[in-house]
C-alpha cells in the first residue's frame, strides 16, 4: 500500500501548473478528466499554483489495477487519495474546487486534515441523488437501477445518451467531449463509480463540514436539482454561500467558463479578465 501511495502522483497523472504562492486543486468529476478544466486553468495559473489530476476511474489512467471495486465502494477512499496527493506535493490551506461527485469528496478530506483547506468550491455537487422524504435528490430510485440496467446491456448507446442528458445540449463540443471521456472508461469500472455515485449518502457528512464552502450552482442542471444546493448552504456548518451562473447543464467551467471565472474571481480576490480571451 505504501509503494502505491508513493507513487499515487505519477499513477493519477498530477501536475501543478503556474507559480503564485496560494495553491488552488481541481479535481474533476464522474466519467471526466483534467482536460475539463483547460478553459480555466490558464487564468487561475497567473495567481495559483494550480494542481490538477485524473482520479484512477478516469480513462486518461493507464494503470488498470489502480481502482478497486471494493475499496472505492464509498467516497471514503477517493478521499484517502486527494489528501495523499496534497501531502505529496507539500500543499497546506489550498482552495479546492471539485466538481460533482469531487465535491463531496473534498468535503470528506477536510473534516478528516481541515488544515490542508482554505476553501471549498463545489460545483454541481450533491450529498445524495435519490428522492427522499422532505428531500429532493432529483432521481428517482427506479430510474437510477434501470440506469445501471442499462450500463450493462450496452455501454456505448448509454453514454450517449448520458452524455447528453447531463451536458448543455445546446453545445454539441460539450456532449460530444463528455461522450468520449465516458467511453474511454472500462465498462466495468464506470459501473462501479456510478453505483458509488448514486448510491452514497453524505447528507450527515454535511454538518461536520466547518471549512468556508462556495456553491456553484447552474440554474438548469438535470442531476442537481437547484434546492440541492440551497439544503448543503443551510447544512454545512462552515460558512457557506451559493453563487448561481444562468445556463443549461451541469458543466459551467466548460460552457460558461467566462462567467464561471468571474464568479469564482469575485469569491477569491483576483481578476480573471486577465485571461486570454480565446477558447
Request: with cysteine; proline share 4%; net charge negative.
Amino acid at each position: 500500500m505504501m509503494g502505491i501511495e508513493k507513487g499515487l502522483s505519477v499513477a493519477m497523472n498530477a501536475r501543478i501548473i503556474g507559480s503564485g504562492n496560494e495553491a488552488i486543486v481541481l479535481a474533476h468529476g464522474y466519467g471526466q478528466d483534467q482536460s475539463f478544466w483547460d478553459k480555466i486553468t490558464p487564468s487561475l495559473a497567473r495567481t495559483y499554483r494550480v494542481l490538477v489530476f485524473d482520479w484512477n476511474f478516469s480513462g486518461a489512467v493507464k494503470d488498470p489495477n489502480l481502482y478497486d471495486s471494493a475499496k472505492y465502494s464509498s467516497y471514503d477512499s477517493f478521499a484517502d487519495d486527494l489528501i495523499a496527493l496534497l501531502d505529496e506535493f507539500n500543499l497546506r490551506a489550498s482552495v479546492f474546487m471539485g466538481h460533482s461527485m469531487s465535491g463531496m469528496i473534498g468535503c470528506i478530506a477536510s473534516i478528516k486534515r481541515p488544515e490542508l483547506f482554505k476553501r471549498l468550491i463545489l460545483i454541481g455537487s450533491s450529498p445524495r441523488f435519490f428522492n427522499d422524504d422532505n428531500y429532493e435528490g432529483g432521481f428517482e430510485s427506479s430510474v437510477i437501477e434501470q440506469m445501471f440496467s442499462n450500463m450493462e446491456s450496452n455501454f456505448d448507446e448509454w453514454a450517449s445518451y448520458f452524455a447528453s442528458l447531463i451536458a448543455n445540449a445546446k453545445n454539441p463540443l460539450s456532449v460530444e467531449k463528455y461522450e468520449k471521456s465516458l467511453r474511454a472508461m472500462r465498462p466495468e469500472v464506470a459501473l462501479s463509480v456510478a453505483k458509488t455515485v448514486f448510491h452514497c449518502d453524505e447528507r450527515d457528512t454535511l454538518d461536520k463540514v466547518m471549512t468556508p464552502c462556495t456553491i456553484i450552482q447552474t440554474t438548469n442542471d438535470a442531476p442537481v436539482p437547484n434546492s440541492v444546493a440551497e439544503y448543503m448552504q443551510q447544512k454545512i456548518k462552515g460558512e457557506t454561500t451559493v453563487e448561481k451562473i444562468d445556463m443549461d447543464g451541469h458543466f459551467p467551467h466548460l460552457d460558461a467558463h467566462l462567467q464561471f471565472l468571474n464568479v469564482v474571481g469575485s469569491v477569491l480576490g483576483f481578476n480573471p479578465h486577465l485571461e486570454s480571451s480565446s477558447n
